[in-house]
C-alpha cells in the first residue's frame, strides 16, 4: 500500500496499532509454570511423553508408600483399654477391660493417676503465691492487674524524678559533713584476670534457694527480730 503525500494512510495506522497491542499482550503473557498453578494448564502437557511402563511403576511405588504409612498407624494404634480409660469407649458392666496382656499397662496408668494427685496435693495455696509475689492482684481482671502494675510504676518513676531534682548539691554535702573527701589517694595492687578469678561461685547457696526457701528464711529473720533481737534504747 502507498502512503498519500509521505504520510501513513488509516489501514496502515491501524495495523500498526494492532501489532502494538499484540507485542503488548505478548509481553504480559503468563509463564506456563503459572498457568498450571493456577490449574490452567495440565503439568502432563509441559513435559515430554512418559512410558506406560514408567507411569506403571510410578503408581505401584506410591501405592507400597501408602500402604506401609497405614501397616505403621495400625501398629501404632491404641488398644482397646487406652480408649476405655481415656473414655473414648464406653465401659460396661460386664466388661472385663483389665483382661489378659493389658493388665499391667492399666495398672501403670492407674499409678501415675495416683501420683499426679499426690503432685497436685503438695501445690502449694493460692494465698502462699500472692505472698511469694507469683500471682498478683487476687480476685482482679488480668488486664486491671496489668494496669495497676504500669500505674504503680508511673508513681515511683514520678516520686524518684521528683526526689532526683530536689536533692542537694555536692557543695551543700560537704557543708553538712555528710560528703567528705580524703585528700590523700592511696592506690593498693590487684591481680590480673589470669591470676585470679573474679567469677562468682556456681556451687553457692543463694543460687540453690527455692521460692519457699527464700520465704521461710525471711519469716524467720522477722520473727527474730521482732522477738529476740535486743533493741537499743536511746
Known amino acids: 500500500m502507498g502512503t498519500v503525500g509521505g504520510s501513513p494512510t488509516a489501514e496502515e495506522k491501524g495495523l500498526g496499532k494492532v501489532m502494538a497491542d499484540l507485542s503488548k499482550k505478548l509481553a504480559r503473557r503468563q509463564a506456563p509454570e503459572e498457568l498450571v498453578q493456577r490449574n490452567i494448564l495440565r503439568e502432563d502437557e509441559l513435559q515430554p511423553q512418559v512410558s506406560n511402563s514408567i507411569v506403571q511403576a510410578k503408581m505401584a511405588l506410591e501405592e507400597a508408600r501408602a500402604k506401609d504409612v497405614l501397616s505403621r498407624r495400625?501398629?501404632?494404634?491404641?488398644?482397646?483399654?487406652?480408649?476405655?480409660?481415656?473414655?473414648?469407649?464406653?465401659?460396661?458392666?460386664?466388661?472385663?477391660?483389665?483382661?489378659?496382656?493389658?493388665?499391667?499397662?492399666?495398672?501403670?496408668?492407674?499409678?501415675?493417676?495416683?501420683?499426679?494427685?499426690?503432685?497436685?496435693?503438695?501445690?502449694?495455696?493460692?494465698?502462699?503465691?500472692?505472698?511469694?509475689?507469683?500471682?498478683?492482684?487476687?480476685?482482679?481482671?488480668?488486664?486491671?492487674?496489668?494496669?495497676?502494675?504500669?500505674?504503680?510504676r508511673s508513681q515511683l518513676e514520678d516520686m524518684l524524678n521528683t526526689r532526683l531534682e530536689h536533692r542537694p548539691a555536692p557543695e551543700e554535702l560537704q557543708e553538712a559533713r555528710i560528703l567528705v573527701f580524703s585528700e590523700t589517694v592511696e592506690v593498693l595492687p590487684t591481680f590480673r584476670k589470669s591470676e585470679y578469678n573474679r567469677k562468682p561461685d556456681t556451687n553457692a547457696t543463694f543460687k540453690k534457694l527455692t521460692p519457699q526457701l527464700k520465704v521461710a528464711i525471711r519469716e524467720e529473720l522477722n520473727t527474730f527480730k521482732k522477738h529476740e533481737m535486743p533493741v537499743h534504747e536511746e
Open 74 to 152: 495400625i501398629a501404632n494404634r491404641p488398644t482397646k483399654v487406652d480408649l476405655k480409660l481415656r473414655n473414648i469407649l464406653r465401659v460396661d458392666s460386664n466388661d472385663d477391660m483389665y483382661a489378659g496382656e493389658d493388665l499391667d499397662r492399666a495398672v501403670n496408668i492407674e499409678e501415675r493417676g495416683k501420683a499426679l494427685k499426690s503432685c497436685l496435693k503438695q501445690r502449694p495455696e493460692r494465698t502462699q503465691l500472692e505472698e511469694m509475689n507469683i500471682i498478683k492482684g487476687a480476685g482482679l481482671d488480668a488486664s486491671l492487674v496489668a494496669a495497676q502494675q504500669r500505674l504503680k
